[in-house]
């Protein structure tokens, strides 16, 4: 019988595991991001898209601290200095962007005031048909947007609209229409520069967008873009100031990995799109269910801004058991910005046959463990040292692995059964193989140098994996006897 004491510690744990398992069964992607920073708009001095930004009158030794828009002065021409003001106290815009990329809320310019991102049952010109076509069912009327990011592209589409004092033609900003070499874009891939020579940084908006009134540049490293900056005359930029973490993928770990460094291992690995990494998160179960306590593997909170981590075949701290062979797994990622804030779980959903696992349960969001170990193929030869002009034995003395006990190894001659294929090659091209798909075969050199020998073994599973080794290959010297002499 268990005491009371027991009987309550046991009932609050259970609970405690019911609320985290409703907690944590079904994580979701952020609703939103938040977007800072300012863009340049010659004249028209900048457009800022959140109010931290703002330079209105609570910053000295900015031209704009002059210029009152009709906020504090009437009429706006009118130039008088602003005393200090907290940001966003009298004019609290934000522009955010979703996971679908679509842009929402306000801007803000001292010459025009607000500038929005979104429908309000205004059409933009030409209607919706202008935006491309990636962007068309995430963004348009019924969703209440006019402007979205596209991802693969790396493409901001769509408008921005002024909202007052000016004439329905003269409102609209367009993001894709000028220059078209030159398109607004937002760098999240650092694999793909897209202008090369600048030294943005993930997340950070580049480019130009267009209006009646100028042209509007987004970061000062693109700034009429030649392969040069204005940041040293005028520093801008605008930019997505949360962490994001995308792109997840597994299991990373191709026949070359397994065949040398063992089969039962993954590598998981994800892309920052934006903002700081100071650290992250990971689980990994079997079942697609997202739990710390019932997990296969909880890595706990890792410091740095690493983009991959390695599960192993075997114990430690963070997969108490190890991975197991033929199994599909499921994983998770939350990453900590620089004030310690963890973003919302990611999971992983893009597995697709030319994965490393060729997703053998077509399940996106699975990665698969290989069957067993790959084939350690060894070989001996006879005789020991090998001449030019005459044969050498080579003999397959390597193992393979099957399903029944993927971690022991079973030799070719035991095991027949086992093994499919073999294949002898050597790197001198003149040299006579008698069977190279044998498991023991003859080679005659005909070259006296330095000369590999590549043995490959295919299991019954199709895995395949070679060795190879270098030999010094000596002339064959005649026969020879002393004559004496008559």
Not at 207 to 235: H, K, M, P, V, W
Request: net charge negative; proline share 5%; hydrophobic share 30%.
């Amino acid at each position: 019988m268990l005491d009371n004491y027991k009987k309550v510690t046991l009932s609050l744990a259970g609970i405690f595991c019911f609320f985290g398992f409703l907690l944590f069964i079904n994580p979701a992607l952020a609703a939103t991001s938040t977007i800072r920073g300012k863009a340049y708009w010659g004249d028209n001095e900048y457009i800022y898209f959140h109010c931290i930004d703002d330079v209105i009158g609570n910053r000295l030794g900015e031209d704009s601290n002059l210029s009152g828009a009709g906020r504090y002065v009437d009429p706006p021409s009118t130039e008088e200095f602003h005393f200090y003001s907290e940001p966003c106290s009298n004019n609290n815009h934000a522009v955010y962007i979703d996971e679908a990329g679509r842009l929402s809320g306000e801007a803000w310019n001292p010459s025009f005031g607000s500038i929005t991102f979104e429908h309000n049952n205004i059409d933009p010109p030409g209607g919706f048909g202008s935006f491309n076509a990636p962007c068309l069912d995430a963004c348009n009327p019924s969703r209440n947007c006019i402007a979205c990011y596209e991802a693969e592209s790396q493409n901001i589409y769509g408008w921005g609209r002024i909202e007052n004092s000016v004439s329905d033609e003269d409102r609209w900003i367009r993001f894709d229409a000028y220059p078209a070499t030159r398109p607004a874009q937002i760098y999240t891939n650092d694999s793909e520069p897209i202008y090369p020579g600048t030294s943005l940084e993930l997340g950070d908006f580049a480019g130009t967008a267009s209006s009646t009134f100028g042209n509007i540049d987004l970061n000062c490293q693109t700034e009429g873009y030649s392969g040069s900056n204005t940041c040293l005359t005028r520093d801008y930029k605008v930019y997505i100031k949360n962490l994001i973490l995308g792109r997840l993928s597994a299991p990373n770990w191709n026949y070359t990995n397994a065949c040398t460094s063992g089969a039962l291992r993954a590598v998981l690995k994800w892309n920052r799109l934006s903002g700081t990494q100071t650290a992250y998160e990971i689980v990994i179960n079997d079942s697609n269910t997202f739990s710390t306590s019932t997990s296969v593997c909880w890595t706990g909170k890792i410091p740095g801004t690493a983009n991959q981590y390695t599960a192993y075949g075997y114990d430690s701290s963070d997969c108490p058991n190890g991975l197991e062979y033929n199994t599909a797994y499921y994983w998770w990622l939350r990453g900590y910005d620089e004030d310690n804030v963890p973003t919302d779980w990611v999971q992983y959903n893009t597995n697709t046959p030319a994965d490393t696992d060729g997703n053998r349960d077509g399940t996106s969001t699975t990665f698969q463990t290989f069957l067993h170990e790959f084939p350690t193929p060894f070989f001996v030869w006879n005789p020991e040292d090998i001449n030019t002009g005459t044969s050498t034995t080579f003999t397959d003395d390597g193992f393979v692995f099957d399903t029944t006990d993927p971690r022991i190894p079973k030799s070719c001659s035991s095991y027949p059964g086992l093994c499919t294929g073999f294949l002898w090659e050597t790197s001198d091209t003149g040299a006579e193989i008698s069977n190279p798909n044998d498991s023991e075969t003859e080679i005659m050199f005909l070259h006296a140098t330095n000369t590999s020998v590549t043995f490959s073994v295919t299991d019954s599973d199709e895995y395949t994996c070679s060795t190879s080794t270098t030999f010094s290959i000596n002339y064959a010297l005649p026969l020879w006897r002393e004559i004496k002499a008559e």
